[in-house]
């Protein structure tokens, strides 16, 4: 059965309402396929008996359930992996510059889902080199549905869904063994806040170092997406990074922020927040093949960035030796031991699948050391 276009019509101005998600014409097959389960929880046939319950008898608890399925939680670790591998091989560097005096990072993923954001946001954390015990990083979690929120905060996976994007290194890292699926280990589980939070509402956050506000503005119209991106700007440190989806910007919306692109990354910064130090050389990149960083320019002018004096093009010398092999999905899975670099990606190897770790040169910079294994949680 169709859904009615009355039907359709209330659903779609209730979600409007409640999430500011835009439905428009010709998703009515989207409509009907997400609430026929909802309807059929409650004893209805079709949708329109749904709507038509809803419409005579109002239900705080089922237009939650209706806004909530109405909402899209594609997502996977490590998506599109470019903001990860700025944020591992230049924006935690940067902070960690500004922030030795208090060390303390505070990270935001907004419209998390069903957690595999933050949870890689706190992998590249922990295993970041210059992020020692003696710093307090937290990364907090929201989302408007709370069903997939508190499946998040469980951070248990299937065999799937850690099959989508999460290297074989990081998961053997990160995740121990729950029957057939897999589970995060104590060290990130407690890395990670969940709250739930409406974008389309007014929101009180503490300070941010950065945000991941991915994958989510394309659904709102023009007004909600400058509103949206105002209030996020507010809870933004001056000097913070914010990453939007690849079809998202803030051009047109919000000139309270300016672009900066890093490598082939884009993030958007408070205007007047200043250069960027890139480092003169950078390890593999957390989430594949590493930034090269000769490209990289803020606001679509060269000078916006700024590059150590002696750090020549940022590229890593041809000579250099990682201390282990880059392989598949760049973190050293079926790769062999000491895979060579050149500018920034490393030979794929035919080791074994569980690489052994080489031995850094000499005077080697921090990002040639291999990842620390997981610490205690930082409180």
């Known amino acids: 059965m169709t859904i009615s276009s009355t039907a359709f019509n209330f659903v779609s101005d209730l979600v409007r309402q409640q999430a500011a998600i835009v439905?428009?014409?010709?998703?009515?097959?989207?409509?009907?396929?997400?609430?026929?389960?909802?309807?059929?929880?409650?004893?209805l046939d079709d949708v329109g008996s749904l709507v038509a319950?809803?419409?005579?008898?109002?239900?705080?608890?089922l237009r939650r359930q209706i806004v909530e399925a109405m909402t899209t939680n594609e997502t996977s670790f490590f998506r599109d992996r470019d903001p990860f591998n700025a944020?591992?091989?230049?924006?935690?560097?940067?902070?960690?510059?500004k922030r030795g005096s208090t060390h303390r990072i505070s990270i935001w993923s907004g419209a998390c889902s069903s957690g595999q954001e933050p949870y890689s946001i706190a992998m590249s954390v922990l295993d970041h080199?210059?992020?020692?015990?003696?710093?307090?990083?937290?990364?907090?979690?929201?989302?408007?549905?709370?069903?997939?929120?508190?499946?998040?905060?469980?951070?248990?996976?299937?065999?799937?869904?850690?099959?989508?994007?999460?290297?074989?290194?990081?998961?053997?890292?990160h995740f121990e063994r729950a029957e057939t699926d897999w589970r995060v280990v104590p060290a990130l589980r407690n890395m990670v806040r969940f709250k739930p939070l409406n974008l389309n509402e007014p929101f009180d956050l503490p300070f941010?170092?950065?945000?991941?506000?991915?994958?989510?503005?394309?659904?709102?119209?023009?007004?909600?997406?400058?509103?949206?991106?105002?209030?996020?700007?507010?809870?933004?440190?001056?000097d913070g990074f914010l990453f939007l989806g690849g079809s998202e910007t803030t051009l047109g919306l919000d000139d309270g922020f300016e672009r900066i692109t890093i490598g082939t990354a884009t993030a958007y910064r408070p205007r007047g927040a200043g250069?960027?130090?890139?480092?003169?050389?950078?390890?593999?990149?957390?989430a594949g093949v590493g930034l090269g960083l000769g490209g990289a320019t803020t606001g679509g002018a060269a000078a916006g960035l700024r590059r150590p004096a002696a750090g020549g093009t940022g590229m890593v010398p041809p000579a250099a030796t990682w201390p282990w092999g880059t392989g598949t999905n760049g973190a050293g899975n079926r790769a062999g031991s000491n895979g060579t670099g050149t500018n920034g990606t490393g030979t794929n190897g035919t080791g074994?699948?569980?690489?052994?770790?080489?031995?850094?040169?000499?005077?080697?910079p921090p990002w040639l050391t291999p990842p620390p294994p997981p610490r205690q949680p930082l409180n």
């Open 352 to 364: 074994s699948t569980s690489p052994t770790r080489g031995v850094a040169p000499p005077g080697a």
């Open 87 to 97: 944020l591992s091989q230049v924006v935690l560097p940067e902070l960690c510059r």
């Open 53 to 61: 319950r809803l419409q005579t008898n109002p239900d705080d608890r």
């Open 129 to 173: 080199p210059l992020i020692t015990s003696d710093w307090q990083v937290q990364v907090l979690a929201t989302d408007i549905n709370e069903e997939v929120l508190n499946r998040a905060e469980q951070g248990r996976f299937s065999q799937l869904e850690v099959n989508r994007g999460l290297p074989a290194s990081l998961m053997v890292r």
């Open 275 to 286: 250069p960027v130090d890139l480092p003169s050389v950078t390890g593999p990149g957390v």
């Open 23 to 43: 439905i428009g014409p010709g998703k009515e097959y989207l409509v009907e396929s997400r609430l026929l389960p909802i309807a059929r929880d409650a004893g």
């Open 208 to 238: 941010m170092d950065v945000v991941f506000l991915r994958n989510v503005l394309i659904y709102f119209d023009a007004a909600t997406k400058t509103d949206v991106l105002q209030r996020v700007r507010r809870v933004m440190k001056p």
